[in-house]
């Protein structure tokens, strides 16, 4: 094959869609499978949907088309608030979306006045993670206007912790997040119908049992796809976290001094990269850089490899472990963690390899 590639194991997805699925249903939590980190890849969300997801959520109107085109047949939920410019769009493309600001409600209300639907909605709101979502205290106020738009059902409230301020979710943020819930709810004479609490940050506090129980839905990304939780990025019991492997050709292998020879100054990129003097060692270049993936975020599967750096096309390693063992041509492979696995997502250059019913997927 040609390299690099990225082997998607959609065995191992589904395998993991379902270890958090279970959790999640167990406490009474429904998951949305997230499939922003991947480009809205159909085979992914397929997987998702064998493991046990009830829907989609994407951050971008493409991918969702991209899955619908595909003939995936579920509700599709709009993660990243639309844009004022996109409301017809997003009518028309998906079912569901996460808003926070009054101007687009109008706008998505026009829209689905005038196309004769009606659009679901759920009202983000900001525990103190910075990022989207309307301030507590503008709750009542935002939702006091938002009743009245036709064409509109506000399906819930969510929130999105850990993302921007890395704010961890608690019993007591989940806390005052319910209770907000239930003062709508009375206040208004509505009934929310999804709570919808956490990301991948937020299983640690359903395992424990902390989780208030009126949160019944999750948006669940980087636990599936990674098999990690994404507060410490503990790897998550029964699950897996080699669904994606990057493979890499060596192109040239030589024994070369570990400090650069002559007066240096800035690299390629600007910057004055640190070098270690490790006598003459052996060096391996590979057919991956920073035009692929996010060089900080792949690891080695074979220990006996370091990653020294690299530049837009190659990345530069320590292979001296491995003298007698390696050769041009070879391939070597690396997980990757979220960041990485979004950059080979969206990276032309990296050929993406879907393996099926692989017979020892699960190990
Ligand atoms: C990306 C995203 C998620 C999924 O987050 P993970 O950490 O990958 O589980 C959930 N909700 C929103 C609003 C998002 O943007």
Request: proline share 3%; hydrophobic share 40%.
């Amino acid at each position: 094959m040609e390299t690099p590639y990225l082997t998607i194991d959609l065995d191992k997805i589904e395998h993991n869609t379902r270890a958090i699925v279970d959790l999640c249903n167990k406490h009474g939590i429904a998951v949305t499978g997230v499939t922003k980190g991947v480009c809205g890849h159909p085979g992914i969300a397929e997987a998702m949907l064998r493991g046990g997801v009830t829907s989609i959520g994407d951050s971008r109107l493409k991918n969702i088309q991209r899955l619908r085109n595909a003939g995936i047949d579920t509700t599709f939920m709009l993660l990243r608030v639309p844009p004022l410019s996109t409301v017809g769009t997003v009518v028309e493309s998906v079912d569901l979306s996460l808003n926070s600001e009054l101007a687009v409600l109008e706008g998505l209300s026009a829209a689905a006045v005038l196309a004769g639907k009606i659009h679901d909605v759920i009202l983000m709101v900001d525990f103190g993670d910075l990022r989207e979502g309307i301030w507590p205290d503008d709750v009542i106020a935002f939702v006091r206007e938002a009743i009245r738009l036709d064409g509109i059902r506000i399906q819930g409230i969510g929130t999105n912790l850990a993302c921007f301020g890395g704010v961890v979710p608690s019993e007591a943020n989940m806390g005052q997040f319910v209770a907000l819930a239930n003062e709508l709810e009375q206040r208004f004479t509505i009934t929310l119908e999804w709570i919808s609490g956490i990301n991948s940050s937020g299983l640690e506090l359903i395992a424990s049992g902390r989780m208030p129980w009126r949160i019944n839905h999750a948006r669940i990304g980087e636990a599936i796809l990674l098999g990690c939780e994404t507060i410490q990025r503990k790897p998550w019991p029964g699950t897996v976290q080699n669904a994606f492997v990057l493979y890499a050709e060596v192109l040239e292998l030589k024994k070369k001094p570990s400090l650069p020879v002559g007066e240096r100054s800035e690299d390629a990129f600007g910057e004055l990269t640190g070098f270690e003097d490790r006598g003459k060692i052996l060096r391996a270049l590979i057919n991956v850089g920073r035009e692929d993936i996010d060089i900080n975020g792949i690891t080695p599967i074979d220990s006996r490899i370091d990653i020294l750096g690299g530049s837009s096309g190659y990345l530069v390693l320590d292979v001296t472990a491995m003298e007698d063992n390696i050769a041009v041509g070879d391939e070597l492979s690396f997980t990757l963690n979220y960041s990485a696995l979004l950059t080979a997502m969206t990276s032309e250059y990296v050929t993406k390899h879907t393996l099926k019913n692989s017979a020892n997927s699960v190990e």
